[in-house]
Nanobody, 124 residues
Framework: DQPLVESGGGSVQAGGSLRLSCAASVYIYSNNYMAWFRQAPGKEREGVAILFTRGGRPYYADSVQGRFTVSQNNDANMMYLQMNSLKPEDTAMYYC?????????????????WGQGTQVTVSS
């Protein structure tokens, strides 16, 4: 039983769509913050979409604003990332993460729990 398991990655042409899913254990899902981070080769980890699980509006990185949508299903302990209008610069390993006491939700090191990642590759 993995605490966080991502799925839904793959290869897609520019302009296409993918939907990532994150299955969380009940314990992990009880964390106050969950997010999608990504990391491309040679680049720092970037917070793509961040949720305060108790409510409020999600945060989106400027680079994905208007194209990505994060959602959750509390009954199923699931978090999703709908990615539309994909660009080659979206190519990265995408991680589902969770943390309880998060001082700065855009900082990767603030999150204690990380999934194994799912690869997204966008070709032009």
């Amino acid at each position: 039983d993995q605490p966080l398991v991502e799925s839904g990655g793959g290869s897609v042409q520019a302009g296409g769509s993918l939907r990532l899913s994150c299955a969380a254990s009940v314990y992990i899902y009880s964390n106050n913050y969950m997010a999608w981070f990504r990391q491309a080769p040679g680049k720092e980890r970037e917070g793509v979409a961040i949720l305060f699980t108790r409510g409020g509006r999600p945060y989106y990185a400027d680079s994905v604003q208007g194209r990505f949508t994060v959602s959750q299903n509390n009954d199923a302990n699931m978090m999703y990332l709908q990615m539309n209008s994909l660009k080659p610069e979206d190519t990265a390993m995408y991680y589902c993460v969770a943390g309880r006491y998060v001082a700065d939700a855009s900082v990767a090191s603030e999150y204690e729990y990380w999934g194994q990642g799912t690869q997204v590759t966008v070709s032009s």
